[in-house]
T-cell receptor, first 111, second 112 residues
Framework: SQQGEEDPQALSIQEGENATMNCSYKTSINNLQWYRQNSGRGLVHLILIRSNEREKHSGRLRVTLDTSKKSSSLLITASRAADTASYFCATENTGFQKLVFGTGTRLLVSP | DVKVTQSSRYLVKRTGEKVFLECVQDMDHENMFWYRQDPGLGLRLIYFSYDVKMKEKGDIPEGYSVSREKKERFSLILESASTNQTSMYLC???????????FGQGTRLTVV
């Protein structure tokens, strides 16, 4: 399987704290993306980082990419209860632009 | 507003039935994907298509086939449904060169 892995599998924090999730993958990539999924729904795209980029910001989100280690991290700063969801990384492989997802991190932010 | 629409939110089928899951996108995207999502396993790629009539196997194609006769429509077919195919099925599409995927709302399939 080419599926990536994320850790931790689950993360529980208080509102206002920062949340960090990590993703490891296996193949050469064009880009790496992060998605959010609220319970039982489809996924929503959050941010994309290309293979030649090392860091990217979007609002309270910060993504880093280390292609030498085949890993990425997503930092959500000043978490809110509304950030409670599952978060998935996905890699777009070179070639046919196949999009492969990781196993996900369940984030719980308590008020 | 961009849209990916899956034909059913919930579906219950009997073992051995032939099942069709339909996905339609209105964004003129070249790439379309079918995933299944199971607890603890994340999203696993079943099949994807990068053009009309073109398809590539994903990580778990066994027991499934696909059809893409028109650019906007990508169908997933369970030839003979089995209980281990009970799952959430998610369709997605991307524009070639863009990367960002748009997802349908998912179909929760139960095979009894």
């Amino acid at each position: 399987s080419q599926q990536g892995e994320e850790d931790p599998q689950a993360l529980s924090i208080q509102e206002g704290e920062n949340a960090t999730m990590n993703c490891s993958y296996k193949t050469s990539i064009n880009n790496l993306q992060w998605y959010r999924q609220n319970s039982g729904r489809g996924l929503v795209h959050l941010i994309l980082i290309r293979s030649n980029e090392r860091e990217k910001h979007s609002g309270r989100l910060r993504v880093t990419l280390d292609t030498s280690k085949k890993s990425s991290s997503l930092l959500i700063t000043a978490s809110r209860a509304a950030d409670t969801a599952s978060y998935f990384c996905a890699t777009e492989n070179t070639g046919f632009q196949k999009l492969v997802f990781g196993t996900g991190t369940r984030l719980l932010v308590s008020p | 507003d961009v849209k990916v629409t899956q034909s059913s939110r919930y579906l219950v089928k009997r073992t051995g039935e032939k099942v069709f899951l339909e996905c339609v996108q209105d964004m003129d995207h070249e790439n379309m994907f079918w995933y299944r999502q199971d607890p603890g396993l994340g999203l696993r790629l079943i099949y994807f298509s990068y053009d009309v009539k073109m398809k590539e196997k994903g990580d778990i194609p066994e027991g499934y086939s696909v059809s893409r006769e028109k650019k906007e429509r990508f169908s997933l077919i369970l030839e003979s449904a089995s209980t281990n195919q009970t799952s959430m099925y998610l369709c997605a599409s991307t524009y070639r060169g863009s990367g960002e995927a748009f997802f349908g709302q998912g179909t929760r399939l139960t095979v009894v």
